[in-house]
């Protein structure tokens, strides 16, 4: 069991998701139960699919959530692109939370490894 509070991946999916909130507060509020609802649960999903699986007593069941924070975390980019292109996300703000994104991802990618090592000793 690890403490997810002290893993780096949750501390920045953390910080990600409270800048998608702000980011998606300004989109029109006909939105409020479509794109903006969609975006804002992929981006919860990341830190909690990591606090979850770091609550598991197996190393094993830890890289099953960690690969759910991965799929949320590619399900998140392609929202954030569908928005800049509806003109909800301006360029240079979908440059920002992309290079993110693509951080988290790789940490968590790399992270699940070292998870999946333990779960096959």
Known sequence: MHNFKDLKIWQRSMELA???YET??????????GLT??????????????A????????????????IALG??????TQLILAN???LVKEAQLKQLLSQLE??????NSFKKTVSKKSNV
């Open 85 to 87: 292109s509806f003109g």
């Open 103 to 108: 951080q988290i991802q790789k940490m968590i």
């Open 72 to 77: 949320s975390a590619f399900e998140l980019e």
């Open 18 to 20: 409270k800048v998608v």
């Open 37 to 50: 609802s969609q975006i804002n649960r992929a981006a919860v999903s990341i830190p909690s699919n990591i």
């Open 52 to 67: 979850e699986g770091a609550g598991r007593s197996s190393s094993k069941e830890f890289s099953q959530f960690l690969s």
């Open 24 to 33: 998606t507060a300004a989109f029109p509020g006909n939105e409020k139960y």
